[in-house]
């Protein structure tokens, strides 16, 4: 396979097509999941490391996106729980300990809801965090790659993986080792996991306003910051939840 822009597109859409036609009922199960806890005044907590972290990202605190919705990332350690910076290594996610501090720390209500992302569904803070939501009783979506976790061998104590705990499972399509264009003698370039990751949260969002729009509710959607009236708008809706979203650094 040729190494280019234009081979990077055709399998980037070959991928789009084939995550958003094997997934679509899994999408509207993890809708159901969010509009009901946004029913029961729930809030919808989003974690991911590594590139991952760009998934929680496009679910909490984005234009077009929901209002109740928290961004949880392992930097809470410093900013939320004193921590010292140095503490926030490359292998700090594969870790399980920190998953409790980062649970603790977080505005968390028994009827709030989890997405969490690991594309090898495989670290020890990812794995250990999925089981504590799932303790605690939360509803819990995970987005990660079936191909690549499938080839991989848990680093939690456990042997277990992000996609044992999920109520449901959503399979970003990335191949294992994420990168799709394969180069001489090895390797590989062009990752695709973000941007289906990306595309899976988006449909979700879009799921549940659906839901809340043919229930007769007004969804609480973001605005952008960067438009007329923006401000205003998005200060309003996030009154509603004071104290349980945060839009961390």
């Known amino acids: 396979m040729t190494v280019s822009a234009d081979a990077y597109l055709a399998v980037v859409t070959e991928t789009i097509g084939r995550v958003a036609a094997d997934q679509r009922e899994n999408v509207a199960r993890a809708a159901d999941l969010i509009a009901a806890s946004l029913r029961a005044d729930?809030?919808?907590?989003?974690?991911?490391?590594g590139h991952s972290e760009a998934l929680a990202m496009e679910i909490a605190g984005r234009a077009g996106g929901l209002v109740p919705t928290n961004?949880?990332?392992?930097?809470?350690?410093?900013?939320?729980?004193g921590e010292p910076a140095d503490v926030l290594g490359p292998k700090l996610e594969r870790e399980p300990s920190v998953a409790h501090r980062l649970y603790e720390l977080a505005p968390v209500r028994p009827q709030d809801v989890f997405v969490l992302a690991s594309n090898s569904g495989v670290n020890g803070a990812m794995v250990e965090f999925a089981s504590i939501v799932k303790e605690r009783g939360?509803?819990?979506?995970?987005?990660?790659?079936?191909?690549?976790?499938?080839?991989?061998?848990?680093?939690?104590?456990?042997?277990?993986?992000?996609?044992?705990f999920a109520d449901v499972?959503?399979?970003?399509?990335?191949?294992?080792?994420?990168?799709?264009?394969?180069?001489?003698?090895?390797g590989a370039v062009g990752a695709v996991s973000s941007i289906t990751a990306a595309l899976l949260a988006q449909q979700i969002v879009a799921e549940v306003v659906a839901r809340l729009l043919a229930a007769g509710e007004r969804p609480p959607v973001y605005l952008s910051a960067n438009i007329t009236g923006g401000d205003e708008h998005n200060a309003e809706l996030e009154a509603r939840y004071a104290g349980r979203i945060r839009r961390g650094a």
Do not use: C, E, W
């Not at 729930?42 to 490391?49: D, E, L, P, S």
């Not at 509803?139 to 044992?164: C, E, F, N, W, Y």
């Not at 499972?169 to 090895?186: F, K, Q, R």
């Open 42 to 49: 729930g809030v919808v907590h989003a974690f991911g490391t």
């Open 71 to 81: 961004r949880i990332a392992l930097r809470d350690l410093v900013l939320h729980g």
């Open 138 to 164: 939360h509803g819990l979506v995970a987005i990660t790659s079936a191909q690549h976790s499938a080839r991989m061998t848990s680093r939690h104590p456990s042997g277990r993986k992000l996609a044992d």
């Open 169 to 186: 499972v959503l399979d970003n399509g990335a191949p294992y080792g994420d990168a799709t264009l394969p180069l001489p003698g090895g």
